[in-house]
């Protein structure tokens, strides 16, 4: 029994020797496995991109808008300045603008037609409707049948909110 516990006393003294060993190994390579992990990106806060940028969400960066165009309400996309209508609309800076014809300086509300407007333009190139009037493509008159108004500032219909 001696040499049997003889022998167990060498092979804990190794067991714990071995143990501090992989200890001291693991805590001299942390500090290169942890310079090898880090990395560092610019970022750029949204409300600090210009008029004609937008905020690249995936790139954390500000990005200039295409032609005719200026960032959204939200800064996260481009849309086409006033007096231009979309042409297409990809997000970001893949938006497509062209140039509303002169009689024409008004767009939709959804910025994809140009339109006469017979008053005043809105800072966004929306027409802007005198009070008690509406703008629309096609609405519905008290009796229910429909009445068309494409480019024209029509008095709203009794009944109509």
């Not at 809105?122 to 429909?146: D, N, R």
């Amino acid at each position: 029994m001696a040499t049997r516990g003889g022998a167990e006393v060498p092979m804990a003294a190794w067991s714990l020797l071995s143990a501090r060993a992989v200890t001291v190994s693991l805590l001299l390579s942390l500090p290169r496995f942890l310079q090898a992990q880090t990395f560092s990106f610019p970022f750029q806060q949204p409300e600090k991109c210009d008029n004609n940028q937008y905020f690249d969400i995936s790139a954390l960066s500000c990005v200039p808008c295409g032609a005719n165009q200026r960032q959204d309400a939200r800064g996260t996309s481009c849309v086409c300045l006033p007096g231009f209508q979309m042409i297409s609309n990809n997000g970001g800076p893949a938006v497509i603008c062209k140039k509303c014809p002169e009689n024409m300086k008004g767009v939709t509300e959804d910025g994809w037609n140009c339109i006469s407007c017979p008053s005043d333009l809105t800072a966004e190139g929306k027409c802007q409707c005198p009070a008690g009037h509406i703008l629309g493509s096609c609405s519905v008159t008290q009796a229910g049948g429909p009445w068309h108004d494409h480019s024209s500032l029509q008095p709203r219909p009794p009944g109509l909110k």
